[in-house]
């Protein structure tokens, strides 16, 4: 008979890499209740947390303004 995986009690790391998110500093924002709809429609839909959605959203709004800067000639200091 094959013997059934121990696991640890209590809830998983949620963390990115599955580290702990108490060591996380934390944030907190107001929503308005459409978006935060969105958000819930979007952890469903994609099976992904809350975190990792707005790690996701912020990597990607820093490379499109990385994305302008580079299209932008630079400036030069007077």
């Given amino acids: 008979m094959a013997r059934a995986a121990i696991r640890k009690a209590g809830r998983p790391p ?3 890499g599955g580290q702990r998110v108490r ?3 934390q944030v907190s924002i107001r929503v308005p ?3 935060y709809a969105q958000l819930a429609t979007l952890t469903r839909q994609t099976g992904m947390s809350r975190l990792e959605i707005f790690i996701e959203a912020i990597d990607c709004f820093e490379s499109s303004l990385r994305a302008r800067r580079r299209g932008q000639p ?4 007077a």
């Fill in 74 to 77: 630079q400036r030069r200091r």
């Fill in 33 to 35: 209740p459409k978006f």
């Fill in 23 to 25: 060591d996380y500093p």
């Fill in 14 to 16: 949620g963390g990115v």
